[in-house]
């Protein structure tokens, strides 16, 4: 079990979860490799910025950027959130497009572990939606 040191499980998944099966077995649906990712972001994104990276906001009533419920109504049935392997990501300096771009160059760069697939900004615009889906395309970009 591997706990990033920039995140708080309750920004990683979903209350509903946690208050399910508790905190131990959560972070354990959480999958290792993307957490470290996650930690690769947040690190080479802080070298520039100096400033962090959210994904769930509780206090903005945002609980679903992270691993999401079976039964979740955000977002598609299928979406691989329910995997923990997914995050949306929000830079805290707003430079929402800037780090999509970035996150792309990592994945380029081979510094990722696992995360390989985000969704084309254009459509998200708010958030960069970035996950693991099974493919050689390094990264692989959906259209929605
Ligand atoms: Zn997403």
């Not at 131990?24 to 990712?37: A, F, P, V, Y």
Request: proline share 5%.
């Amino acid at each position: 079990m591997y706990k990033p040191k920039n995140y708080e499980l309750s920004e990683l998944a979903h209350p509903q979860i946690i208050k399910a099966i508790g905190v131990k077995n959560t972070w354990r649906r959480l999958d290792e490799q993307c957490l470290r990712d996650m930690q690769t972001i947040n690190d080479e994104w802080r070298k520039i910025h100096n400033s962090g990276i959210y994904c769930n906001r509780l206090n903005l009533g945002l609980d679903s950027r992270g691993l999401r419920p079976p039964n979740d109504p955000d977002g598609s049935f299928y979406s691989t959130h329910k995997n923990g392997n997914t995050f949306d990501l929000e830079p805290v300096n707003g430079k929402i497009e800037e780090l999509y771009k970035f996150i792309i160059q990592l994945i380029k760069d081979g510094k990722l572990l696992k995360l390989n697939t985000l969704e084309n900004f254009a459509d998200t615009v708010k958030w960069v939606h970035v996950g693991y889906m099974n493919t050689t395309e390094k990264p692989l970009i959906i259209f929605l």
